[in-house]
């Protein structure tokens, strides 16, 4: 099977996930992680998958485009201790832009542009990944370079 089909077979895939899991309940709550004890992933940490990191007043603006399976850029720099607005615009469908280590998360639905902030404290390197399912597996991540000032 050619790579450029298993592409648009994975994606297709990735897209019913999506519409199937954008079905409504019947809680009758607006924002069912809010009632939940933990969403099941192995960090403990809770994301509503629509709900954006506050961000810094005067932070620095980074754009990022995210589209099937890519971000672009796929690698940011930014200073140890810095405030910065991750500015994520989605063309398709809905992705997200999360760093587990410095509690970083940005969601756009399709045709939206969401900011989330983002400070790291130390230098290093963080992976950023879209946590819409099958996203990350197909190669959606990027690296966070965090330099000393």
Not at 19 to 24: E, I, K, P
Not at 53 to 66: I, K, Q
Not at 85 to 113: C, K, N, W, Y
């Amino acid at each position: 099977m050619s790579r450029s089909l298993l592409a648009v077979l994975l994606a297709v895939l990735v897209l019913g996930l999506v519409v199937a899991g954008c079905g409504g309940d019947d809680s009758g709550s607006d924002h069912p992680m809010e009632s939940m004890p933990g969403d099941g992933t192995d960090d403990g940490m809770m994301h509503d998958s629509h709900e954006s990191t506050p961000v810094a007043e005067g932070a620095r603006r980074v754009e990022v485009a995210a589209t099937s399976f890519e971000f672009d850029p796929d690698e940011i720099t930014v200073s140890a201790g810095e405030d910065v607005a991750i500015v994520l615009s989605s063309d398709d469908v809905l992705h997200d832009f999360t760093i587990d280590e410095v509690d970083v998360h940005v969601a756009a639905d399709r045709g939206e542009t969401a900011e989330g902030g983002l400070r790291a404290d130390r230098s290093g390197e963080y992976t950023y990944y879209c946590t819409v399912a099958g996203h990350r597996e197909g190669g959606m991540e990027g690296t966070l370079v965090v330099e000393e000032p």
